[in-house]
């Protein structure tokens, strides 16, 4: 058997509110994460975006949808997955772990800087996730 590893890390803002799909057991989240990179073209900055589609399981997806908004940084680890629909495909990522890095407000602490005194890293040994 060859190894293999499927292990994506990003740390961006959402671009919209959370969204709470489903309905029991199977809820989950819905999050547009855009992640930026800056590169030289000729004496300008340019900078490029890529949105990514994050599906969040489990008992932490509502908690997720109270904490975060439109703008929060957060830092998803996760597994690629791709999907059909009407014969195009799409990937999206399946979070593992999330964690609220920064609110989106001017108050922004520094990056790094969690919000609060409790561990935002509450979607571990989840009993609704998939990847248990």
Known sequence: MNPSVNVVTILGRLGSDPQ???SGDSRFVVLNVATSSSRLVGRDWVEDTEWHTVKVWGDSAPKLCQKAKKGTM???IGKLTSNMYQEKRYWEIRCREWKI?????KTDPAPGQLLGPEDPWNSRNDSGNPWN
Do not use: A, E, M, P
């Open 20 to 22: 709470l799909k489903g």
């Open 101 to 105: 890095v920064c609110d989106g407000r």
């Open 74 to 76: 957060v830092h998803i």
